[in-house]
């Protein structure tokens, strides 16, 4: 092994050149749009308690925290808040609201929150009936005559495993991390029992007055969950709630120098690899606990305890010491509640103090070196993770541990990972719509998400939403509720983002012009002509989509932009046009590495040619689990491209020679695509033997 006294210097740096900016497109950041949207239209659950209402949900947790992306990100699982439309809580003794936000139903339940006998543990009593009185969010209110406790909603929910208040979800698609939706009640104001947080003297600006205010008109939020102590009590287990400041935590968190971040980060792996947190016992120390220990001591330290030498080794020394202490007096105080405290009963408390004082710099720079730095390396090629066979000497550590810094730098691997999520994106994107009802408070949780990655997927939601709406038009005609997606798509985007609304907003009104026209100039609605406009508004951003695909990424892959122009020609048959199109799309694509995906998924059903359909059919009702895999639902540009170009072909009945190029660009195309796309081979198979048939019977 290297001189312990260069490991620490090793280790430092490591992190610094490792932990860059997390990227704004992230699966984590896709799959959270993708359950927020599924949240807001999720209504069975509480039918019978609540008639009419809508689920607003917030990304929470790791995914809204953390604004660095380490190698090893260590992010379990994706959390989702989200609160009723129809339910609002407010402290006891304060002025009932009389305007809400516009997320709020025509009908609101406003429930005063009531203090339990324990700090943070609250009940909610039902005081008033508020009713909409106007288009401008104003509200008439009636106070209640029966004073009514409303549940936590445990024995509402269909758990597959509970953590505290949170559902957890399991998903069978390995690429998709589990979701934990909490559901909770919204707060405005902020809580009198966090009322000394905003004025408390903070010597080193930390958080600073432009954060304090933002955190406290966010309010807070009141989850459904249960304190140790009363869960054997039946009518607090059904009664008892929790306030929960995640909103403040998430704005906080992002407050923070990227160095804090960082440390933050370190905490959370070593407590968690040295199984000092865990979630088998209520008694043991969480992630709470270290996010606690983070914001107390970004409030009580200056800049230069985080800046000078940047010694993060050290600083992680000191917090656990500190922590160290926490246990030892059985005293953690809450950051936002002063009354409340963290630690109390921990199982093997004294154990886990003693341990972790004896900490010193020297032990954790080579507990990180061996826990964490040679973990990141196995995640390397092997040429670059086989250098850490032999580190007995500070050169040769120092040869190994910049090879997977080079590697994480030099490679530029946060494009290729960029690409990887976007290829990801355009899958569960399409599934999520097919999969859920879209509505407008859908959009809005779909393009407010979306809004945090990039431009790319608010014009490739925006597409997919124009065909889904041309699918239920297909089905049920034109409604009312598909107006308002429409509307909603338009009016969202041009407030969200101004680079998208420059792309799309243009078409978008052009198409609901025009369907508005439609509409009111015939007596019988010509859902045809209405479905052709949508399905030509959605090829339009999907185009754009590709351009700014091949403008960002054409030098990790090779994109053509013009396949679903090729598409829809065919559709609506241009022949001549889509050979040429596909003629150049399998020109410039037969030699590629990379290229984007097509979805062969519900929404785009209106676009694709029957036979493709068919198979993709086939394939899902044979193998049922192929319905969640992007192997399995998936062509290439290639693939597609091949297809509509033999098609063409054979409709516009070209020369056996013509075919027989054809058919060796079928067969270069079937060697390049991996074994286990399964669709990709079914569809060059079919198109091979389209062409051979004709071939043959022109023969004959």
């Not at 509970?162 to 919204?186: F, K, N, Q």
């Not at 092997?382 to 994480?408: C, G, H, M, P, Y």
């Not at 185009?543 to 065919?570: C, H, K, N, P, W």
């Not at 070209?654 to 286990?676: G, M, N, W, Y």
Request: charge should be neutral; proline fraction near 3%.
């Amino acid at each position: 092994m290297a001189d312990e006294r260069v490991v620490s210097d090793i280790v430092i740096k490591f992190l610094l050149n490792t932990c860059r900016l997390r990227p704004r497109l992230t699966r984590r950041g896709v799959q959270a749009a993708a359950w927020c949207a599924e949240a807001a239209t999720r209504r069975t659950r509480y039918r019978d308690i609540v008639p009419e209402f809508d689920l607003i949900p917030l990304t929470a947790g790791s995914v809204a925290e953390f604004y660095i992306e380490p190698i090893l990100m260590l992010v379990g699982d994706i959390d989702v808040m989200y609160h009723l439309s129809t339910w609002l809580a407010i402290p006891r003794g304060y002025p009932l609201p009389t305007q809400l936000p516009a997320e709020f139903s025509n009908y609101v339940k406003v429930y005063e929150i009531v203090d339990s006998h324990l700090p943070g543990y609250v009940y909610l009593e039902l005081r008033y009936l508020l009713t909409k009185c106007g288009d401008d969010y104003n509200y008439n209110y009636f106070e209640t005559k029966h004073r009514l406790y409303l549940t936590n909603l445990n024995d509402d929910m269909d758990r597959q495993a509970i953590h505290g208040p949170a559902v957890l979800t399991e998903l069978s698609d390995i690429s998709m991390l589990p979701v934990d939706t909490v559901p909770c009640t919204r707060c405005l104001s902020w809580p009198p029992q966090a009322m000394n947080w905003p004025t408390r003297h903070r010597y080193h600006d930390w958080p600073d007055s432009a954060t304090v205010n933002h955190v406290i008109n966010n309010g807070c939020d009141v989850v459904g969950a249960v304190h140790r102590q009363c869960r054997q009590d039946e009518w607090m287990n059904k009664h008892q709630w929790r306030l929960s400041f995640s909103r403040a935590e998430i704005a906080l968190l992002n407050s923070w120098m990227p160095v804090q971040q960082i440390v933050y980060h370190m905490l959370r792996f070593f407590m968690k690899t040295k199984r000092l947190t865990g979630s088998d016992a209520s008694e043991a120390l969480s992630n709470y606990h270290i996010k606690t220990l983070m914001m107390w001591a970004c409030e009580l330290n200056s800049s230069s305890f985080w800046t000078d030498d940047l010694n993060l080794v050290q600083v992680c020394v000191e917090l656990l010491h500190i922590l160290s202490v926490w246990l030892s007096d059985a005293r953690c105080k809450h950051y936002f509640l002063s009354s409340c405290n963290l630690i109390n009963n921990i199982f093997g408390a004294e154990l886990t103090a003693s341990q972790l004082m004896l900490i010193d710099q020297m032990w954790l720079s080579t507990w990180f070196l061996n826990s964490y730095v040679q973990k990141c390396s196995v995640l390397c090629l092997e040429n670059v993770s086989s250098l850490f066979r032999d580190i007995s000497t500070n050169t040769k550590l120092q040869s190994a541990v910049s090879a997977v810094v080079d590697w994480r730098i030099g490679l530029n691997t946060a494009l290729v990972d960029m690409w990887r999520e976007l290829q990801f994106a355009q899958f569960v994107i399409p599934c999520s719509v097919s999969d859920y009802s879209l509505t407008a408070q859908s959009c809005v949780c779909w393009l407010r998400e979306l809004a945090k990655t990039d431009t790319y997927l608010l014009v490739y939601f925006t597409a997919i939403a124009f065909l889904e709406v041309a699918y239920k038009i297909s089905k049920n005609g034109f409604t009312g509720k598909l107006m308002d997606v429409l509307s909603t798509i338009v009016g969202q985007l041009v407030s969200t983002h101004r680079h998208a609304a420059k792309l799309i907003a243009s078409s978008s009104r052009g198409t609901i012009r025009l369907i508005a026209t439609e509409l009111s100039s015939a007596n019988d609605l010509n859902t045809s002509e209405i479905i052709k406009l949508l399905e030509q508004a959605a090829v339009q951003h999907l185009t754009i989509f590709r351009q700014l695909m091949s403008r960002d990424f054409g030098s990790v892959a090779t994109i053509v932009t013009a396949d679903f122009e090729a598409l829809y020609t065919y559709k609506y048959g241009s022949h001549q046009q889509c050979l040429q199109l596909s003629m150049q799309n399998v020109h410039t694509l037969l030699y590629a590495v990379h290229m984007p995906i097509v979805p062969i998924l519900p929404v785009f059903t209106h676009l694709l040619d029957y036979d493709i359909v068919s198979l993709t059919a086939l394939t899902l009702i044979v193998n049922t689990e192929c319905r969640h895999s992007s192997y399995t639902s998936c062509i290439s540009q290639l693939t597609l491209s091949l297809y509509l170009m033999t098609q063409c072909q054979l409709k516009l009945r070209h020369s056996v020679t013509s075919l027989a190029q054809t058919l060796d660009c079928i067969e270069v195309a079937q060697r390049r695509h991996p074994f286990k796309e399964t669709l990709n081979h079914l569809t060059l198979e079919l198109t091979k033997c389209k062409a051979m048939m004709y071939i043959q019977q022109s023969l004959m």
